[in-house]
């Protein structure tokens, strides 16, 4: 069945540096993909629709120049945190809607990052 | 008020309990509803999807109650591996955008 694949899984960044997250759909196109955030013991707060081949669209309080969406190809998404803080510690995670009826969801496996 | 609420738990029950979790929802129009597991540090995970006519997979029962506005996951006789967080999924009209509850933890111990 279709696959999103996420990486990297885990990283870890000192403060000020920039990290790249990629999401990718591995059988079929995705010419939508979602990105969440999940502190621990919270839900998945959506950040952001990122739109293949057009700008993203940032939930309200998510900083477009701080979190850098790019969906340049119907099958990569990348979401970037710039000059990361400890406090975007977090779970980061992607998901792609499913091909025709029935809301299915398509996660990528998720990346823990933690700023140090 | 949150668009999807749950009861965070933890729920601590003994293997073999039978245990509840409730997911009520604010939007009317909301039409999709599914039960999502999710285990520590990793995705979330389809169990199952829910309807008026209530669905039911093995050990476990969703059920939908639109005038009342929830949702409900019923699991009988609990394993150790049903431990997880387990998030309620609302999709509202033509939206294709999910929205999540917080998730229910669970903890079945021997």
């Known amino acids: 069945g279709a696959v999103v694949s996420q990486h990297p899984s885990w990283v870890i960044c000192k403060s000020g540096t920039s990290v790249k997250i990629e999401c990718r759909s591995l059988?079929?196109?995705?010419?939508?993909m979602f990105w969440y955030r999940q502190f621990p013991k919270q839900s998945l707060m959506l950040m952001a629709t990122?739109?293949?081949?057009?700008?993203?669209?940032?939930e309200q309080g998510v900083e477009k120049d701080k979190f850098l969406i790019n969906h340049a190809s119907l099958t990569l998404s990348t979401l970037t945190v710039t000059s990361a803080h400890p406090e975007d510690s977090s779970f980061y995670i992607c998901?792609?809607?499913?091909?025709?009826?029935?809301?299915?969801?398509?996660f990528g496996e998720g990346s823990w990052l933690t700023v140090v | 008020r949150k668009e999807v609420e749950q009861d965070p738990g933890p729920f601590n029950v003994p293997e073999g309990a039978t245990v509840a979790f409730n997911c009520t929802y604010s939007?009317?129009?909301?039409?999709?509803f599914f039960w999502y597991r999710q285990d520590c540090r990793k995705e979330p995970k389809l169990l199952m999807s829910?309807?008026?006519s209530g669905n039911e997979d093995g050990r476990f029962t969703a059920q939908l109650n639109r005038a009342s506005q929830y949702i409900s996951l019923l699991i009988r006789d609990s394993k150790l591996s049903d431990s997880a967080t387990y998030l309620c999924?609302?999709?509202?009209?033509?939206?294709?955008?999910?929205?999540f509850g917080r998730g229910t933890s669970l903890i079945v111990h021997p």
């Open positions: 059988d079929f196109q995705a010419t939508t």
């Open positions: 999924v609302v999709f509202t009209g033509g939206s294709y955008i999910p929205t």
């Open positions: 829910v309807y008026s």
């Open positions: 998901s792609a809607p499913g091909q025709g009826s029935g809301n299915t969801i398509y």
């Open positions: 939007n009317s129009a909301s039409q999709s």
């Open positions: 990122s739109n293949e081949g057009s700008k993203a669209t940032y």
